[in-house]
């Protein structure tokens, strides 16, 4: 029987909790592997990750299997635990509830690639994509 033949990118956003600057440059790196070894040791390859420090974007091959909230539970627990228990040392941290999800058409991929890794030239010159960088706060459970 033939392989299912799956191309859904969808690129997903979310925030830290009230849009806290948490995400500080020393760790930023650490965060986004995390997140990276979570989406990927669920089969979805990341394609891009990037953000600033008050949120995260990432370029996602969706599996055939994975649905996005599912995808999102996953990404946005495991690197929450991971950023509580080993990086901030149990500190306190938290995402917000929501997040985006956005699909991507395949000629369009480079173009968000880009916008993913040049998130913080994006932010300092406002040449921000205003559906994918909503700035309200939410307070749901994550």
């Keep these: 029987m033939p392989e299912n033949m799956i191309n859904v990118l969808v690129h997903f956003v979310w925030a830290t909790w009230d849009r806290l600057p948490l995400i500080e440059p020393a760790i930023e790196r650490d965060i986004h592997r995390s997140i990276v070894a979570i989406c990927e040791?669920?089969?979805c390859p990341?394609?891009?990750?990037?953000?600033?420090?008050?949120?995260?974007?990432?370029l996602v091959s969706l599996s055939s299997t994975m649905t996005m909230a599912k995808l999102m539970e996953l990404a946005k627990g495991g690197s929450s635990r991971y950023i509580t228990t080993v990086l901030h040392n149990l500190e306190w941290f938290k995402w917000q509830g929501?997040?985006?999800?956005?699909?991507?058409?395949?000629?369009?991929?480079?173009?968000?690639?880009?916008?993913?890794?040049?998130?913080?030239?994006?932010?300092?010159?406002r040449t921000i994509w205003p559906n994918a960088e909503r700035t309200d706060r939410n307070d749901a459970e994550t």
């Design 41 to 43: 040791d669920h089969g």
């Design 46 to 58: 990341v394609i891009a990750a990037g953000g600033a420090e008050d949120h995260v974007h990432i």
């Design 98 to 125: 929501s997040y985006g999800a956005f699909s991507v058409s395949p000629h369009e991929k480079q173009k968000v690639i880009n916008y993913i890794n040049n998130q913080k030239a994006h932010h300092a010159d």
